[in-house]
């Protein structure tokens, strides 16, 4: 956790063992009435396993990428998302997405950062040197 009010989850699930690993953590370990889900992926990655593993327990999706070049465009995952029916936000700047996330999650909800090693650092960088807790 890097911020508690609200509560902001990152982890690194950036493949499908990860995601799964993630899924298993968030139903076990954590309780909350919403689950918003801010991925992003690296295109050389399992997207659409990942993407089948994480998106049914969010309650809300925004997709967004990382700023380096290996990263699926958010617009990729939101077509790999199309076929199970999910609805989702594209937010392509990361601050920007997460400043979203951050406004739809209420006291009992989590946001959860992940998808992507390099997402969870960009994240991290977005919260600590504020200070926000």
Do not use: W
Request: glycine share 8%.
């Amino acid at each position: 956790m890097v911020a508690s009010s609200p509560r902001v989850l990152l982890d690194g699930a950036h493949n499908l063992a990860g995601a799964q690993f993630l899924k298993e953590a968030l139903a076990k370990e954590f309780q909350f009435r919403r689950l918003i889900l801010l991925i992003g992926i690296l295109k050389d990655k399992d997207v659409r396993g990942i993407l089948r593993t994480l998106a049914p327990m969010a309650d809300h999706l925004i997709l967004s990428q990382p700023s380096i070049e290996r990263a699926a465009p958010a617009a990729f995952l939101k077509q790999a998302l199309r076929t199970k029916g999910k609805k989702a936000d594209i937010v392509e700047d990361l601050q920007e997405a997460i400043q979203k996330g951050l406004s739809m999650t209420g006291p009992e909800d989590l946001l959860c950062i992940t998808g992507s090693l390099y997402m969870v650092g960009e994240a991290k960088a977005y919260f600590q040197p504020r200070g926000i807790s």
